[in-house]
């Protein structure tokens, strides 16, 4: 139990200062509430310390300042690969287009670990989460806050419910397959 509160403690205080003022596309809600709902998630879930812990900090390499020396310097080696694992890793991320970093995350899900899958599955509902209460505040101007519209979403939550089906067997996919039937028909 001591392991677990250290990785998991350090994780959030780690997370929450790297992700200190920026806020979810959709709302004004500080961004570290989605890292922390992955982990619940994924707790709910029974996923590993490790795994959670990957999953507090699943975003921080795309969209913080922390590098992947900083990351396994303060957890290791193994979390550091979880990360990398549900993280865009694309050298030229910025100017790739959408549709092919997203093709690229489908195709790398489906040969995935199962870890990495429950990490990506639980951020995935998250995120699907926040755009079913963006939708109800804000219809279709929603879509004007993402990088691709509505058809291309769609198409992409689709191909994620095939890429994760090695999970179909947990609560997590079976509320993420339900939330975008949801938002998509």
């Not at 040969?111 to 639980?122: G, L, R, T, Y």
């Not at 509505?150 to 095939?162: A, R, V």
Request: hydrophobic share 40%.
């Amino acid at each position: 139990m001591k392991e677990f509160n250290y990785l998991i403690n350090k994780a959030i205080e780690v997370a929450a200062k790297a992700h200190e003022n920026h806020y979810r596309k959709v709302t004004d809600i500080p961004y570290i509430v989605h890292p922390f709902e992955v982990a619940l998630v994924l707790q709910e879930n029974g996923a590993s310390e490790e795994v959670i812990a990957a999953g507090i900090l699943h975003d921080t390499l795309e969209d913080t300042e922390l590098t992947k020396k900083d990351i396994r310097e303060i957890f290791g080696d193994k979390i550091l690969q979880l990360v990398l694992g549900a993280s865009e890793e694309l050298e030229d991320r910025e100017n790739t287009p959408w549709n092919d970093r997203k093709l690229h995350t489908i195709e790398y899900l489906k040969k995935a670990s199962i870890d990495v899958k429950m990490i990506a599955c639980a951020d995935k509902l998250s995120n699907i989460r926040s755009m079913i209460k963006g939708y109800r505040d804000m219809v279709d101007k929603l879509w004007d806050r993402f990088n691709a519209p509505y058809e291309k979403q769609k198409w992409y939550y689709y191909s994620l419910i095939d890429s994760l089906k090695d999970l179909e067997e947990f609560k997590m996919y079976k509320q993420f397959k339900e939330a975008v039937d949801y938002l998509f028909q």
